[in-house]
């Protein structure tokens, strides 16, 4: 199995601060890496597709990179909405792997 | 556009089977592959498995011998069982759909079902 690693876990940040999220693959996943947003008690849904395309209707302050091992999640100026919790995931090989996760919260 | 409810019931005994459903709304069920993913409380994502329309499917090793899934085309729905269930089967369980020929991603998913695991 493909193991994918975030960092940070965890994360305070203020409005308006730009915030990067990593995630590494342990093992090549081309560009097969998604990344979605989870609110408390709703669907993940999602922001970005094979590393870098921003999903329709998601806003442009989100953006992706990376490709092979080494992702990254750019929210380029937070918004109040965006606190929540983000995964990566890889569809390059079965089984499809999730992330930890890392959460976003209010400093 | 997409629409998917999962159904069944919340509270399953240890060592039983958990089955669940997954009704899908709009669309065309064959444009989609469908999987299940699971989610214990407070904790990260689990896919569990997929399925396609003509029955092919794929599931994850650490519970493919426990999972059985099947799709029901005329009623539009999906279902996932798990046998010889315990308390760490106990989470949300959603239903979700990746486009076939698309670009790999879950972009349909429903709003999930909390299944408990207990005597």
């Known amino acids: 199995d493909i193991q994918m690693t975030q960092s940070p876990s965890s994360l305070s940040a203020s409005v308006g601060d730009r915030v990067t999220i990593t995630c590494r693959a342990s093992?090549?996943?081309?560009?097969?890496l998604n990344w979605y947003q989870q609110k408390a008690g709703k669907a993940p849904k999602v922001l970005i597709y094979a590393a870098s395309s921003l999903q329709s209707g998601v806003p442009s302050r989100f953006s992706g990179s990376g490709s092979g091992t080494d992702f990254t999640l750019t929210i380029s100026s937070l918004q109040p909405e965006d606190f929540a919790t983000y995964y990566c995931q890889q569809t390059y090989s079965f089984p499809w792997t999730f992330g930890q996760g890392t959460k976003v919260e209010i400093k | 556009q997409v629409q998917l409810q999962e159904s069944g019931p919340g509270l399953v005994k240890p060592s039983e089977t958990l089955s669940l459903t997954c009704t899908v709304s709009g669309g065309s069920i064959s444009d989609y592959y469908w999987s299940w993913i699971r989610q214990p409380p407070g904790k990260g994502l689990e896919w569990i498995g997929y399925?396609?329309?003509?029955?092919?499917?794929s599931s994850n090793p650490s519970l493919k011998s426990r999972v059985t899934m099947s799709v029901d085309t005329s009623k539009r729905q999906l279902s996932l069982k798990l046998s010889s269930v315990t308390a760490a089967d106990t989470a949300m369980y959603f239903c979700?759909?990746?486009?076939?020929?698309?670009?790999?991603?879950?972009?349909?998913w429903g709003q999930g079902t909390l299944v408990a695991v207990s005597s």
């Open positions: 399925i396609y329309y003509t029955g092919d499917t």
């Open positions: 979700a759909g990746m486009a076939v020929g698309g670009t790999r991603v879950f972009d349909h």
């Open positions: 093992q090549s996943t081309s560009t097969y």
